[in-house]
């Protein structure tokens, strides 16, 4: 059974900074895609990043240049740092493992107070 935990949300002020981890107990952790998503209420789940096995990053455009992506694939480990926050980015945001799957994780919740 493939297990995926997000943690590192939480409350910070316009303009502030977090990081992001998810773990994720799989085999061969570096053949997958891995990706954020996020879901504000009211509203329907979007891609924030995803970054491939290799190099290739992508980003949403209300995120770039703001958000960056990253991976340790000897800790099964994909991060998603995130500064210059805005009110707007508040949402739960989840970790997804793979293009065609379906494992998800239990969502993170980040607050941005103005």
């Known amino acids: 059974q493939v297990q995926v935990v997000e943690s590192g949300g939480g409350v910070v002020q316009a303009g502030g900074s977090l990081r992001l981890s998810c773990t994720a107990s799989i085999n061969l952790f570096n053949s997958y895609w891995m990706a954020w998503y996020r879901q504000a209420p009211g509203k329907q789940r979007e891609l924030v990043a995803e970054?491939?096995?290799?190099?290739?990053?992508n980003y949403a455009p209300f995120v770039k240049g703001r958000f960056t992506i990253f991976r340790d694939n000897a800790k099964n480990t994909v991060y998603l740092q995130m500064n210059s926050l805005k009110t707007e980015d508040t949402a739960v945001y989840y970790c997804?493992?793979?293009?065609?799957?379906?494992?998800w994780g239990q969502g993170t919740q980040v607050t941005v107070s103005s």
């Open positions: 997804k493992v793979g293009r065609s799957t379906d494992y």
């Open positions: 970054i491939a096995p290799t190099v290739t990053k």
